[in-house]
């Protein structure tokens, strides 16, 4: 519905009363409520002229009307409360009172992939409280292209929920409101997250095309994917560059949990002396707890990307270049 359709049906709820507009809200989704809620809020006083603009429409008496003034935030207090149970209509009154109101009507315009992507790396209780507010079709969309376990922990929590908590709902407008402070990069997080489910070579291929149009934007995509396997198809410079700033025991640690291609790609940018006492240490090293392999390689990836973001280490193809 456009802005316009909004104000009107907004008003029109004004016009016909608490009880009838109880019955209406108890029919609409919460988005909905939500956008109708925050229109009548600023409606506050409706003249005569606006109440028959709006009502014509709709049955021919109501044209008749002499106008209203209109306790807006009283009106709609009470409604929710009719329409509602007590719990869902104070967490509504409390969402319609905050500025995340209006950046949930934002997500709902989002492309599912994207609105995924953001929402992966959440709690389930979070990515629920989300969907909850978007359109069905939307938020249908979203879960069929979250990862499994996500997918699968959200509907669980949707389905063990009414109304969301205060707590949560504190959590969610924080939430919201970072998407809103870090919103010039959020389209770029959304297109790494893809690139990063694309094929290896799919991917490749649309990042070398968007070195003609955007280098820079290209750059920064690349950097965002880096995890430590990605040593493997560095140029030698640029892994050169890689071992003289990481620690022996995080990169024996993180190279304990990978495949050969990383260890190869490494070893052989060493002198042969080098390379031995490297492959003899790893079969020295016995056995490494999996969170300590799993936060080497996080650590050994983080130092990747910084050395890539400054440039100090380059891509193939921007060594060619």
């Known amino acids: ?40 809020r600023e409606l506050n006083v ?18 008749e009307q002499t106008g209203f003034a209109a306790d807006t935030g009283r009106f709609l207090d009470e409604t929710l409360k009719l329409a509602l149970s007590p719990e869902r209509a104070q967490a509504m009154l409390q969402r319609l009172g905050a500025a995340g109101a209006q950046a949930l009507d934002k997500l709902a315009w989002r492309e599912p992939a994207e609105l995924a992507g953001l929402l992966e790396a959440q709690p389930p209780q979070l990515i629920a409280a989300v ?40 959590e969610l407008d924080d939430w919201l409101a970072s998407l809103e402070a870090a919103a010039p990069a959020q389209g770029e997080a959304a297109v790494a997250n ?43 410079a640029s892994r050169k560059t890689f071992l003289r700033n990481i620690g022996a025991r995080t990169l024996l640690h993180a190279l ?27 079969d ?18 983080a130092t990747l990307r910084r050395l890539a973001a400054e440039g100090a280490i380059l891509f193939p193809e921007e060594e060619a270049a």
Do not use: C, W
């Open 1 to 40: 519905m456009s802005q316009s359709g909004i104000e009107k049906s907004a008003a029109l709820l004004l016009a016909l009363g608490e009880e009838a507009t109880a019955a209406v809200f108890r029919y609409l989704s919460p988005l909905e409520v939500s956008r109708l809620g925050s229109a009548m």
């Open 46 to 63: 409706l003249p005569r002229e606006r109440v028959r603009a709006v009502l014509r429409d709709y049955a021919a008496e109501a044209a």
């Open 131 to 170: 969907l909850a507010q978007l359109p069905r079709d939307v938020a249908a969309a979203v879960l069929d292209v979250l990862p499994g376990d996500a997918r699968a922990d959200t509907l669980r929590s949707l389905a063990h929920s009414d109304a969301p908590s205060p707590d949560m709902l504190r």
């Open 194 to 236: 893809l690139l990063g489910q694309m094929s290896e070579g799919s991917a490749a291929a649309a990042l070398r095309q968007l070195d003609h149009n955007d280098a820079e934007l290209a750059a920064r995509l690349r950097v965002r994917n880096l995890v430590f396997e990605d040593l493997a198809r560095l140029p030698e």
């Open 256 to 282: 304990k949990g990978s495949d050969g291609r990383v260890l190869d790609a490494l070893t052989a940018v060493m002198s042969p002396t080098a390379a031995q006492r490297m492959r003899d240490d790893l």
């Open 284 to 301: 020295t090293l016995g056995a490494v707890p999996v969170a300590a392999i799993q936060a080497a390689q996080d650590d050994a990836g």
